[in-house]
């Protein structure tokens, strides 16, 4: 075989064991923002076959650009033991006890590898356009290339079924909005729908995103800004704190879950 074909078969061989061997998962995550890394990481650590759907050619989602595309990012002290796990340094905050700063691309980068090294998977440049539900419950994703989703090209999904689904999509809570518009049932939430974000408040949106990440309805969780949109949180902007403890949170529901199954 040529250099060429040996190159181009070995990739679409690699890929198409990797996508089919993931058709089948106990946890499917959309989006590989800050939350679903860290809960990803733990999941896949505790043994539970576990893979991303990332719509973006990087995965990392809000992590990347820090505050208003400077490269850093703030994390109170709370966070800490989750950065270091992860290999992840930060440097204290002067005057300001209990706030950190670290480097935006470290973050993003050190979450991305701590999550693939536990044995998560991630498939980027992946959309998840609709749910698979099935007898009152979330059983999986239906998915498509971002690129036709972006061309508007008439090519039809493909699927893959997961025991949870989790929306960590952020700001816009896409797969609880398709439970709600689509299948037309009840979430978790004060009004049965998505209630939507509230503006900035930093302390506030903090303790919100962690106090409303859960199981908003059979098989299907919410974690990091998409639990806080769903449940009408405060935003809080560049700070990471949150979105570290409700992967962790997130993380420690499913497991329950899963084992009580
Ligand atoms: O928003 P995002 O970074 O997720 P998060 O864990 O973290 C929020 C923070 O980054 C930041 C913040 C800090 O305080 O407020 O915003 O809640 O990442 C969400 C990811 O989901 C992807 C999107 O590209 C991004 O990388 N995503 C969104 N919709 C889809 C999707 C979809 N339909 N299919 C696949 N990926």
Excluded at 33 to 39: D, H, R, T, Y
Excluded at 45 to 53: H, N
Excluded at 55 to 71: D, Q, R, V, Y
Aim: glycine letters at 12%.
């Amino acid at each position: 075989m040529s250099a060429e074909n040996l190159i181009t078969s070995a990739i679409i061989k690699r890929y198409s064991e990797k996508l089919a061997s993931n058709l089948d998962l106990d946890v499917a995550f959309v989006g590989a923002g800050p939350s679903a890394l860290v809960a990803a990481r733990d999941l896949a650590a505790a043994g539970f076959k576990t893979a991303i759907f990332e719509k973006s050619l990087a995965p990392g989602g809000g992590i990347w650009g820090g505050g208003m595309l400077f490269n850093e990012a703030v994390v109170q002290d709370n966070a800490l033991p989750s950065l270091s796990s992860f290999g992840i340094t930060t440097e204290p905050v002067a005057g300001a006890e209990g706030y950190y700063t670290l480097d935006s691309v470290e973050m993003a980068s050190g979450l991305i590898f701590g999550a693939l090294r536990a044995g998560a998977r991630i498939f980027n440049s992946v959309s998840v356009e609709d749910i698979i539900f099935k007898n009152a419950k979330v059983n999986g994703l239906v998915i498509n290339w971002t690129m036709v989703k972006r061309q508007g090209m008439p090519v039809d999904p493909l699927t893959v079924v997961a025991e949870i689904v989790v929306d960590a999509t952020g700001h816009p809570s896409e797969i609880l909005k398709f439970a709600s518009e689509k299948a037309q049932v009840k979430l978790d939430t004060a009004t049965g729908g998505i209630v939507g974000e509230k503006p900035m408040w930093v302390d506030n949106g903090e303790l919100e995103t962690v106090e409303n990440t859960r199981e908003y309805y059979p098989g299907l969780f919410a974690c990091g800004m998409s639990a806080t949109n769903a449940s009408g949180g405060y935003r809080m902007g560049p700070i990471f704190g949150g979105m570290l403890l409700s992967g962790q949170k997130v993380a420690v529901q499913i497991a329950e879950k899963l084992r009580a199954n």
